[in-house]
């Protein structure tokens, strides 16, 4: 399991840390990350780059799990940080983020969401429409205030585990479409303006990726239009930003690569590409959210009840489900998990894990081995890091779990758990009555 392991009580342990304990301490469902995987992680991109002798960031795409703490993690460790939403920009600024390191992403920004950008001096704003293109002109002009940006692009190429397509025509809610003129008319939209300075292009071909091809392509795709717009306008591009979905190893069906193996590969096409066109090779941004956070994350939850479906399934509940990881009921995300507290012991037995909500499609994983359950064994369920607390909902009103981090035999509490004080925080009572007729 990584760097989790098992110790010497044949507990699984978390960072150094028993699970066991773990639950005791903080209660369940709990997400533990063991940040020395983090970290480990992110030097494995940044360090690629760093051998490479090409000028990077790694972004952090923080839609995977944001809290304060990870962004300040993710400081420590060098990374930048990609921002989604005026949430994730306050929350990495509240964790004292360098705000030159917050790049902006969204298809949709706001106003406000805009403003609050240009206020907090952000990095970089990664353009994605024409209304964008007009309302960041307006805006930039009316403060006077300059700013970096990016043009994202939709190449045509989308990928998805280990195939990938290539389309003429990008079916996408996001981006400039690259291959029907969209991108060269925002392109020409954006030169020469005294306050948003283009820096190159942008595209994220889509996530749990294991194919490097699929990159490749992408990047050789990019490059060549920085060429065309060179050769036209003597435009340089300083930045080619080629977005996550590096993919990680959930089950054994799944076979990343090392970071390494995408990112050189990347880096080669890019170089291939630009050496066609006499260009200087550009900084290379990339956006990985899940290979950054996903392993490193595992859910210890609370086993209760169970219900024998005769020759059929073995239901083992536990006190979380898809309010906690909504992927299996969403996207049919399958995950492994061990009972932590009898992790030497035999699997003789073939459970399908449930939640607790009121939903028959509440099933974490179908069809798992374990050994003999208990009420009150502890369940991890591992690669939990990644899109779990963060599109975490209180459906029936269940209050979201606790967050902890763990490493080196050490842990802290990072997100407290949500009481159900927490739950009604933000509901009024009733004011308006019925209307009486006398
Ligand atoms: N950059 C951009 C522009 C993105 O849209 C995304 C993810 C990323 C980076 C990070 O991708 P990653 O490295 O994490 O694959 N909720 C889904 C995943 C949605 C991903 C959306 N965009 C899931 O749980 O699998």
């Not at 028993?18 to 369940?28: N, P």
């Not at 490059?223 to 003597?234: L, Q, T, V, Y």
């Not at 993919?247 to 096409?269: C, F, H, N, S």
């Not at 006190?319 to 009898?342: F, H, Q, T, W």
């Amino acid at each position: 399991y990584g760097t989790q392991n098992i110790n010497d009580n044949g507990h699984l342990s978390i960072g150094q840390v028993d699970a066991i304990d773990l639950a005791k301490t903080y209660g369940t469902p709990l997400f533990v990350y063991d940040t020395a995987l983090f970290r480990e992680r992110a030097q494995g991109f940044i360090n690629t780059f760093k051998n490479a002798g090409v000028k990077a960031q790694v972004a952090y795409a923080s839609k995977a799990f944001s809290s304060v703490a990870i962004y300040q993690l993710a400081a420590e460790e060098g990374l930048s940080v990609d921002v989604v939403s005026g949430g994730e920009l306050y929350t990495a600024l509240k964790a004292g983020f360098p705000s030159e390191r917050i790049h902006f992403h969204g298809n949709n920004k706001s106003l406000d969401e805009l403003n609050f950008a240009f206020d907090s001096k952000i990095g970089c704003i990664v353009i994605d429409n024409f209304y964008e293109i007009d309302a960041l002109k307006k805006l930039s002009e009316a403060r006077q205030q300059r700013m970096h940006v990016l043009i994202r692009v939709t190449p045509g190429v989308e990928a998805h585990t280990h195939d990938f397509i290539t389309t003429g025509q990008a079916d996408s809610k996001f981006g400039f479409d690259l291959n029907n003129g969209q991108a060269d008319r925002a392109f020409k939209q954006l030169q020469n303006h005294p306050y948003l300075e283009l820096q190159g292009m942008h595209c994220h071909i889509g996530s749990q990726i294991f194919d490097t091809a699929a990159f490749s392509l992408a990047a050789k795709k990019l490059s060549d239009k920085m060429g065309e717009w060179h050769k036209e306008s003597g435009f340089i591009s300083q930045v080619l930003n080629l977005g996550g979905g590096f993919g990680i190893r959930y089950t054994e069906e799944d076979t990343p690569l090392q970071p390494a193996v995408y990112v050189d590969d990347m880096i080669k096409a890019v170089q291939q590409e630009i050496a066609a066109f006499s260009l200087p090779m550009p900084e290379i941004w990339i956006e990985p959210g899940r290979s950054l956070v996903g392993d490193a994350g595992t859910t210890l939850y609370t086993v209760g009840s169970q219900k024998v479906v005769p020759n059929t399934r073995n239901y083992l509940a536990v006190d979380g489900g898809m309010s906690d990881n909504i992927r299996p009921a969403l996207y049919e995300a399958k995950y492994e998990a061990v009972i932590a507290n009898k992790i030497n012991d035999k699997l003789v037995n073939t459970y399908t894990i449930a939640g607790k909500l009121c939903e028959s499609g509440d099933k974490l994983i179908e069809d798992i081995a374990l050994p003999e359950a208990e009420t009150g064994d502890v369940l991890a369920v591992f690669c939990t890091g990644a899109y779990g607390y963060s599109m975490a909902s209180n459906y029936n009103r269940i209050p979201r779990p606790a967050v902890v981090f763990a490493e080196n035999g050490m842990h802290q509490l990072v997100v407290k758990r949500e009481s159900y004080e927490d739950l009604v925080k933000l509901d009024l009572p009733l004011t308006i009555r019925k209307e009486v007729n006398r």
